[in-house]
Nanobody, 127 residues
């Protein structure tokens, strides 16, 4: 497993941008598929975006497609989520997760496919 620490959350007006970062400890970061999840109050946790260990495959949920971009920098053991055009409905706690699953696709994965989770960072979008 790896230890994950998210940062970059905050309060932003609708239409604004934020970049979330997730730093992983351990030398095996490059072998993990990474994902961003979010959970709004009273709602189930939602898989927002994912990126393969190689960085060549990505996934975006329909609610964020075209607005969010996931990337990773293996030299820095960091995965990013660039969030543009933020909407009030994007308000949630955002979690970074690492998974060693062997599926080719990073789209059809479940929470149980991820082995390590960060503590979460709050994103609040005001209207």
């Amino acid at each position: 497993q790896v230890q994950l620490v998210e940062s970059g959350g905050g309060l932003v007006q609708a239409g604004g941008s934020l970049r979330l970062s997730c730093v992983a400890s351990g030398r095996t970061f490059s072998s993990y598929n990474m994902g961003w999840f979010r959970q709004a109050p009273g709602k189930e946790r939602e898989y927002v975006s994912g990126i393969s260990w190689s960085g060549t495959r990505t996934y975006y949920g329909d609610s964020v497609k075209g607005r969010f971009t996931i990337s990773r920098d293996s030299a820095k053991n960091t995965v990013y989520l660039q969030m543009n055009g933020l909407k009030p409905e994007d308000t949630a706690v955002y979690y970074c997760a690492a998974g060693a699953y062997s599926y080719y696709s990073v789209a059809n994965v479940r929470e149980s496919d991820f082995d390590s989770w960060g503590q979460g960072t709050q994103v609040t979008v005001s209207s």
